[in-house]
């Protein structure tokens, strides 16, 4: 399959050139495949002529989003309908990425699909904005994760071992519960669904559930680091955006689509440690 990924320097893209190694793959750099242009998507979309489009590119700075929503509205919904229509026009596939924040958290078990959606945040309803956008393409697929992180990019993992490396005491949430998902899991499902043509709206994150103090002590037990960690409530570090007290989704219409290829979250964490270089292979 001919494959244009947007967002090329973020860390989903990266691990979506890694694992799906072995089709065409197109990467463009942003200054040529800017969101915020639709022209600029409508010619590389054109020229590349893809039979799918990845779309890995958002405004994904939570707390930005929420004194820049024109400009989040812009890349995180608007740009998607752009994308929708050229693929439709192509007749390609749109595998669109979004994300846990467009529930409110007030739940207790996890989310599926046709849950009530109810963002907190600018981040979230410019991303459900997205999934709305996405939908107007016929092959559309809405892949619905959490808590992104690998070995590589601006993420939790590398937050934490950061701060560990320069001795710091970490307090770190304990009441806002999720599932963290590596980006090479979601990469490697990504591949599955486009090569098995799965479509709609579907949850992938991995398996099982944990706090943000949680993840912290299972990075700092996996990589026998000795931090001194301890737990904390949100409201004791506000912060612009509001995030989902609980935002654990449910996994079942994805393993009755086909391979279920999210494993439990310690699992995958496992992996980033033991292999933070991956190849497809892997
Ligand atoms: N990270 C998470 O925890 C999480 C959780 C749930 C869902 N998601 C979703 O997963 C997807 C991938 O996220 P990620 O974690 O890989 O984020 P990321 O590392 O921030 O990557 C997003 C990429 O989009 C690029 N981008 C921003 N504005 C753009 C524009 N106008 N044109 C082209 N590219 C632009 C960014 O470039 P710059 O860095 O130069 O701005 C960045 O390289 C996103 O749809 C996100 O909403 C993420």
Not at 216 to 235: Q, W
Request: glycine content about 8%.
């Amino acid at each position: 399959m001919r494959v244009l990924v947007t967002g090329g320097s973020g860390q989903l893209a990266h691990a979506v050139r890694l694992a799906w190694a072995g089709h065409d793959l197109i990467l463009p750099e942003e200054a040529i495949l800017d969101l915020s242009r639709q022209e600029a998507i409508r010619s590389v979309v054109t020229e590349v002529r893809p039979d799918v489009v990845v779309n890995c590119g958002a405004f994904t700075q939570v707390d930005r989003c929420e004194s820049e929503a024109e400009l989040a509205l812009l890349i995180n919904g608007t740009a998607v309908g752009w994308l929708a229509e050229a693929c439709e026009d192509l007749g390609a596939m749109l595998i669109q990425v979004s994300t846990d924040y467009v529930f409110d958290g007030a739940g207790m078990t996890p989310y599926r699909e046709e849950d009530p959606t109810s963002p907190v945040s600018v981040y979230g309803h410019t991303k459900l904005e997205g999934e709305r956008q996405a939908a107007r393409c016929s092959r559309h697929l809405i892949a619905r994760t959490s808590w992104l992180y690998d070995a590589w990019g601006k993420n939790f993992l590398n937050t934490m071992l950061n701060a560990a490396a320069h001795g710091r005491s970490l307090r770190v949430v304990d009441d806002q519960r999720g599932a963290p998902t590596t980006c090479r899991a979601l990469a490697r499902q990504l591949k599955a669904a486009a090569e098995e043509q799965w479509h709609g709206l579907v949850h992938a994150t991995c398996q099982g559930e944990t706090s943000w103090h949680g993840f912290a002590k299972a990075i700092f037990e996996a990589k026998e680091l000795a931090v001194d960690l301890s737990p904390c409530n949100t409201e004791d570090y506000p912060t612009p955006a509001r995030r989902p007290a609980y935002s654990v989704l449910d996994g079942a219409r994805r393993r009755s689509l086909g391979s279920d290829l999210m494993p439990p979250w310690q699992e995958a964490l496992a992996e980033v440690i033991d292999h933070p270089e991956f190849s497809k292979e892997a």
